[in-house]
């Protein structure tokens, strides 16, 4: 089997899945359509062979694996729910796709997967979660796009840093949640480049100065005026402002 079915092929793995009875999702077509090309107006190649290998064979086809490496869906699932291990033939495609290579790497390789690297890298979301979940360590090829995002920077300096992530400062600053967030977590101690964004917040400027800076915080004191409820906290904690 080539890149494409033939209408022999079909007729066989047709009257293998009638004989079994087995059910495919388009198997009501079978009935309806007795030509491939027919078939082929609702249901793709690739599923056609997928289907055969999962529901009929229940294990590999190895005659059908070019037209599934041509799917990234279908390749990586052949590898999970198929072949249960690396699917070595279809693992380009996956290379070329950000979320698949970060799903194949976890479920499938359960460890790194150098090829899709380049594809995850360029995905704040999947960078984190592959430095997460993958690699459990700092994935540096992919930093410089997670210290595009204040929540993907704030959560890598916490839960893999474990510290500063200078990279993502930037980002962080811009977001009045995250910055005192980060100033709490990761500094520990004050952080000027979010004071910016805080001062725009009366909760956070109101938690900024009672829990990061134990004191008065006279440029958020304005915000802080706006609200009744922080402005009593605020008076409350900050007797002596």
Known sequence: MGLH??????????????EKGVYFEWMDL???YSTLQELLV???????????????????FPEGEKIIATDVLYSY???????????????????????????YARDVIKGRFPEGEKAISTDVEYSYKYAMDVTKNRFKEGEEVI???????????RNVIKGRFPEGEE????????????ALCALKGRFPEGEKAI??????????ARIVLKGRFPEGEEAIATDKKYLRLYSKYLPNK
């Not at 001062?199 to 900024?208: E, I, K």
């Open 199 to 208: 001062v725009t917040s009366a909760r956070y400027s109101c938690l900024y």
């Open 42 to 60: 609702y249901v793709s190649e690739v599923e056609i062979v997928y289907g055969y290998a999962h529901d009929v064979l229940e294990g590999r």
């Open 77 to 103: 699932s052949y590898a999970t729910d198929v072949l249960k291990e690396r699917f070595l033939e279809g693992e380009k495609i996956i290379a070329n796709s950000a979320s698949f290579s970060y799903y």
């Open 5 to 18: 079915l033939t209408q022999d092929q079909y007729d066989a793995m047709k009257a293998e899945a009638l």
């Open 171 to 182: 980002a962080i600053s811009t977001d009045a949640h995250y910055s005192y967030l980060y």
């Open 30 to 32: 079978l009935n309806n």
């Open 147 to 157: 210290s595009t995002d204040a929540f993907y920077s704030y959560w890598y300096s």
